[in-house]
Structure formats: structure tokens, C-alpha cells
């Protein structure tokens, strides 16, 4: 958690600055989600992400120092500056990639699952995270139903941050909870605080479980809210400034951590304030790295287009 | 030498493939229980139990998750029932399938096949038998081939299953029960995709042609034949990549070019060629390119409009004639 609010914070900077091209979407305030869910997960597992990625590659291992260099565009990073902040992926550790589309991963995910159940024949679970906005993709309907019809090995993560790019939740949404969708499709959910990454973790644990039991998909709806604008550099004209300061003063993961400590756990601030230190050194080694690393030679944009 | 169904053939290429790697799989819809809606897949599930899946009709988890399944290491072939329906599924084709290996830099591999039963076939009109291959050709990423005859149609699914990359391949549904000679498999010559081959040589004009549209080109040649008229005829099989010097190297040798497909004319896949061979061989051409594809309508149902969407070898014999 420490590092993706670091992170986020040196890009939110450096974007601000120019230093990186396109476009970025912070994790700020989510970052509980990811790295509780990922805490679940082993190497070989998968994940699908989405376009406000960061905290999800993070939390699956990704190196912090390719993944700065890949949003800087540069040739040394996850994917040798092609991909860029929404098209992130890190294989080696499962990672199978951002995604530009709002609402693509859902059945990306749950084919791997298809894929590691049905045809590999070994444990391998998938996690695919999306928004209440993507939430409301057709492509969401046919991957829940085959996952379900066929108990495939895939947790749906949806975080509820509550806008749509600028559209809040309830102008499109007459469902109270996402979730309540799951019961449609015959699959269990559960609904968590976002902000809690115990409680988050708690439920994935349980849903990994299920899931490399052979007993199916789990919907886990994690209750956030998006603090940053919908992409570095919105005006954020469709909603007040200081209700969602407020917002993110009373649920802020972080700075409410050792309130949510389980019964029995030891932890201090100082500790938290270490990690916290440690992170931010990490981050600003990998800014460090990113400017250091060239831009792709031009001998490299016919590359990769196809394997053979 | 043996002869058999261009169906028989996808099969057999289909039953190799999967005793030979045991990632892969198929899915689609009514492809186990029916064993295909043209019976392209008969006989496959009982021989690969657990590996011929039956797919609720859901054409973006069909593509999407064979996507998927193809990111988590295996190697499927999805089914598209009717090539018109992959419209509701595009996203998957062009911005996941495409798109994986190249924006993540060479960290994904997506060796699937998207198989894709096209054409006329009387009285399917609008959304039930049109060629949509054009459309691909135009996204970097995907290999979309079509083969004419039941020999290329397994080599060239062969070729397809053991490719890496993701190729669509187009099956047309009147070529299904057409027979043609496929050796046994000790003779096979593989298919390597992005070959077109010089079907029949001469030296008065090229057809190029993919698809049905080689009946086009065959008839063709040989009404144009009995009139003394060379007619050299070139089936491309990949339309992308697409090889291009093998129809440079003919036209070089014959100054004129027919281009001849069922699909929609405007904007089709051959338009590619014609616009190549005028930017890189229009010194080759003693003669304009005649191009032959259906007008620029929707596909109707009554047999007398159905038939004006069809193009006929007299179509192509007058307008060679015109040229010589």
C-alpha cells in the first residue's frame, strides 16, 4: 500500500510536469484493494487490470523500477516503452496486462481460468478487477455466466469507486450493490470496506480457496471511492473538491491502518512510518531509473507486432 | 489419390493437431453435441473428450476467453458459427487479440485460431452470408487466411493451429462439401502462411483470386482458354500478410490483372493488391485492372436479387476480352 501511494503520488508529479507523455489514472485511496487481493494470489496466478492499473501491478510484484521506466515510455520498461501507463503487464509475475477498454479484461480472465481448469489441468486462479463504470459492460454478462455455468477458477474484483469517468454511480445504476448482480449468474459474493486491506485480504483468501477447489467464482464488491480526478489533469467540474477531501480524510487507508489492525496484531506508527520511508526511497529510485533509461531505438517499432 | 470433403479436411486437420499438442482445444457454439452446424467438428468430441466445447452463444466470451486461454498457455481454436457475428465480438479481435503481443513488448503469445464459416449460400441474405475478411486485413497483429480447396483448407488450418501469432481463417460454406485430392498425411507438403501459389501458369493475364472466388478464376481461365486466351491464376490463400511477389512476379510476366472475390468490391481485400501493383508494378501492366466483387448493397433474400449480388465467369471472360 505504501508503495503504490508513493508511486502514485511521484507520477501524479511527474506527469504534472511533462515528464511523462499520454495519459495516467491514479489508484490513490484504492490502493487496499490490490494489495489485498494480491496478497492472496502465488506467482503463477493471473490478474487482469484495468486502466488505473498501477496498484494492481505493484501488488502483484511487479518491479517498481521497469514500471516507472514503461510509463516513462522508455525502452527499459515492462514493455519496452510500447505499452505505456494502460497497457502495462508484467508476465513473470502474472501480471497479464492493463487495459485500455473499459470492461476487456472480464473475459481475458476468465478464459485463463477456462484455460488452467479445463485444458492445463492445474490450479491456477485468474482475478479480473473493474469499476462500477465497467460494471456496466455487456462483456461482464457472458464472462460471469460462463463462469459460473462451468465453475471456472476466476474472482471478480469490482471496485465500487463510485464515478464513471465523470458520471457518478447512481445516475446509471439502479442496483444498490453491484454484487447484487452476482446472484443472477448463481455466484457467491461478498461485499467488503475497500479501505480495510484486512478484511479485503480476508475475503480473497477465502475466494482463492473456493476457487482452487474447483468450486467456481466469487464476486467481491470492495467499497472505495476515487479520490483523484478520473485522469491526471481533470477539472473535476462534475463534483466538489472538499466533499471528496473529506471523503478521503475519514477513509484513507493508510493513514487509518492501525485503527483496522486485527485483534491480537502489534504494529506502530513508527513502524508504518519506516515502510512508509522505505517506499518513498524506492520510488524515488525508480523516477531515478525511468529518466536514466533511453527512449526505444527506432529499430525496435517493427518489432513484436507478430511472433513469427 | 484420395479424395475428400474440404469439411473432412478441416476435421482431420482439427484430430492432428490435437493429438499432436495437448493445449489444444476448440469451443464455439453447437460444435460438440451437433458437431457443427456445417458438421465440421462430427466426431471430434468423442475423440477428445473434455477438448470440443459447447459455448453458450456468447460471441465475446467465445473470442475473449480463447484470448485468455491463449494468455494463460494454451492453444485454442474458437468457432464463430457464421463469420458475420464476429461483429458483436471486435473488441476482442482488434484491440485484445491484435493488440496483446505488441503493447506489452513481446511478452504475450496468442497462438489462436479464430475459424469463421463465410459466404452466399442461398437464401441466408444479410447476416447470414456475407465475407467480412476485408475488414481484418486492415489490423496489424492478426494473420487472416482462406483457403480454396479441401488440400489447402487442412494444411493451411495446420499452419494455423501451430502459428503463434493469431489467424483468422475463413472456411466458405458452399466449399464445405466440395471433394478435392488431400494426400495421406506421410505426403503432405506444409503450408507456410503468407505463400500464395500459382494455381494454373500463363502468359495472356493474372486472376488472383482467394476463397470461392477461385471457382471465379478457374471457370474463367478455362472459357478464356477455348477462346486461345492464356489466363495465369494465382490463389493468394492469406490475404494478410499477403504475398506480394508472387502476384508482382506474374503480372511482370503477364501486363494484365484480374482480381476476382465474392465479398463486398468496394474497399475489399484485393483492392490491396490493385493498389499495390499500381504503386509498385503499374510499368508491368499494359492494361487497366479489372476488379470483380459484389455491388455495394446489403445481402437480399429473394433469389432474384440474391443472384445480382453474385459475380460470374462470363464477368470476368468480357472484361479480360475488353483489355487484350
Redesign the interface.
Known amino acids: 500500500m505504501c508503495t503504490i501511494r508513493c508511486f502514485e503520488e511521484s507520477v501524479k508529479k511527474d506527469f504534472l510536469n511533462g515528464e511523462i507523455p499520454g495519459f495516467v489514472h491514479l489508484y490513490i485511496g484504492e490502493e487496499a484493494i490490490g494489495t489485498g487481493i494480491c496478497g492472496a494470489l502465488r506467482d503463477t496466478d493471473f490478474i487482469e487490470s484495468t486502466h488505473r492499473g498501477h496498484g494492481h501491478c505493484i501488488a502483484k510484484g511487479a518491479d517498481v523500477n521497469k514500471m516507472m521506466a514503461e510509463i516513462f515510455g522508455k525502452k527499459d520498461g515492462l514493455c519496452k516503452g510500447k505499452g505505456g501507463s494502460m497497457h502495462i503487464a508484467d508476465f513473470s509475475v502474472g501480471m497479464l496486462g492493463a487495459n485500455g477498454v473499459v470492461g476487456g479484461g472480464y473475459n481475458l480472465a476468465t478464459g485463463a481460468a477456462l484455460a488452467s481448469k479445463m485444458i492445463l489441468k492445474n490450479d491456477n486462479v485468474s482475478v479480473v478487477f473493474f469499476g462500477d463504470g465497467a460494471s456496466n459492460r455487456g462483456t461482464f454478462h457472458e464472462a460471469a455466466n460462463v463462469a459460473a455455468a462451468w465453475k471456472l477458477p476466476v474472482i471478480f474484483v469490482n471496485e465500487m469507486n463510485c464515478w464513471a469517468s465523470t458520471t457518478p454511480y447512481r445516475t446509471t445504476t439502479a442496483v444498490e450493490n453491484i454484487s447484487d448482480r452476482a446472484l443472477g449468474y448463481g455466484m457467491p459474493r461478498v461485499i467488503v470496506d475497500g479501505q480495510n486491506v484486512f478484511e479485503v485480504y480476508a475475503a480473497a483468501c477465502e475466494a482463492v480457496e473456493r476457487a482452487r477447489r474447483g468450486e467456481g467464482p466469487t464476486f467481491i464488491e470492495a467499497k472505495t471511492y476515487r479520490i483523484e480526478g478520473h485522469f491526471v489533469g481533470d477539472p473535476e467540474k462534475y463534483r466538489k473538491k472538499e466533499e471528496t477531501m473529506q471523503i478521503f480524510h475519514d477513509t484513507d487507508p493508510l493513514t487509518h491502518f492501525l485503527d483496522k489492525l486485527p485483534a491480537g496484531v502489534e504494529f506502530t506508527q513508527a513502524e508504518l512510518d519506516e515502510i512508509l520511508a522505505a517506499a518513498r526511497a524506492k520510488v524515488a529510485a525508480a523516477k531515478e531509473y525511468a529518466v536514466s533509461c533511453e527512449y526505444p531505438d527506432e529499430s525496435e517499432y517493427f518489432k513484436d507486432v507478430y511472433v513469427d | 489419390m484420395r479424395k475428400i470433403t474440404f469439411s473432412d479436411a478441416t476435421r482431420e486437420a482439427m484430430a492432428e493437431e490435437m493429438e499432436k499438442y ?2 489444444v ?1 476448440v469451443m464455439g457454439e453447437d460444435i460438440a453435441r451437433q458437431g457443427g452446424i456445417f458438421g465440421q467438428f462430427k466426431g471430434l468430441p468423442d475423440e477428445f473428450p ?2 470440443v ?1 459447447d ?2 452463444i ?1 460471441e ?2 467465445i ?12 492453444r ?1 481454436v474458437v468457432d464463430m458459427h457464421f463469420a458475420d457475428f464476429i461483429g458483436v465480438c471486435m ?2 479481435v482488434f ?2 487479440m491484435a ?11 496468442i497462438p489462436l485460431v479464430l475459424r469463421a464459416p463465410d459466404g452466399l449460400a442461398g437464401g441466408g441474405a444479410a447476416q447470414h452470408s456475407q465475407s467480412v475478411e476485408s475488414w481484418f486485413i486492415h489490423i ?2 492478426i ?1 487472416v487466411v482462406a483457403p480454396s480447396n479441401p488440400y489447402d483448407a487442412k494444411m493451411v488450418l495446420k499452419a494455423a493451429i501451430e ?3 493469431p489467424v483468422l481463417y475463413f472456411e466458405n460454406k458452399v466449399l464445405y462439401k466440395e471433394s478435392g485430392e488431400v494426400p495421406e498425411k506421410e505426403d503432405e507438403v506444409p503450408y507456410e ?1 503468407g505463400k500464395a501459389r500459382v494455381e494454373r501458369e500463363g502468359k495472356d493475364v493474372t486472376i488472383v483470386s482467394y476463397s470461392i472466388g477461385m471457382k471465379n478464376a478457374r471457370a474463367a481461365a478455362d472459357l478464356l482458354a477455348k477462346d486461345g486466351i492464356s489466363a495465369e491464376v494465382v490463389d493468394l490463400i492469406t490475404l494478410s500478410p499477403w504475398d506480394k511477389e508472387c502476384v508482382l512476379n506474374s503480372v511482370k510476366k503477364t501486363h494484365r490483372l484480374c482480381l476476382v472475390s465474392e465479398c463486398v468490391k468496394q474497399g475489399g481485400a484485393l483492392a490491396e493488391v490493385a493498389a499495390t501493383v499500381a504503386e509498385e508494378g503499374l510499368e508491368y501492366l499494359d492494361a487497366p485492372i479489372l476488379r470483380y466483387g459484389a455491388p455495394f448493397t446489403p445481402i437480399p433474400f429473394a433469389p432474384t436479387l440474391e443472384k445480382l449480388y453474385r459475380v460470374y465467369p462470363e464477368d470476368l471472360v468480357k472484361g479480360i476480352k475488353g483489355v487484350l
Open positions: 495437448p493445449e482445444f473434455g477438448r466445447i459455448t453458450p456468447s465475446t466470451f473470442v475473449g476467453g480463447g484470448v485468455g486461454a491463449a494468455l494463460g498457455g494454451a485454442p473488441d476482442e484491440n485484445q493488440k496483446a503481443r505488441y503493447m506489452f513488448g513481446g511478452q504475450a503469445k496489424p497483429g494473420k502459428c503463434d501469432d502462411i
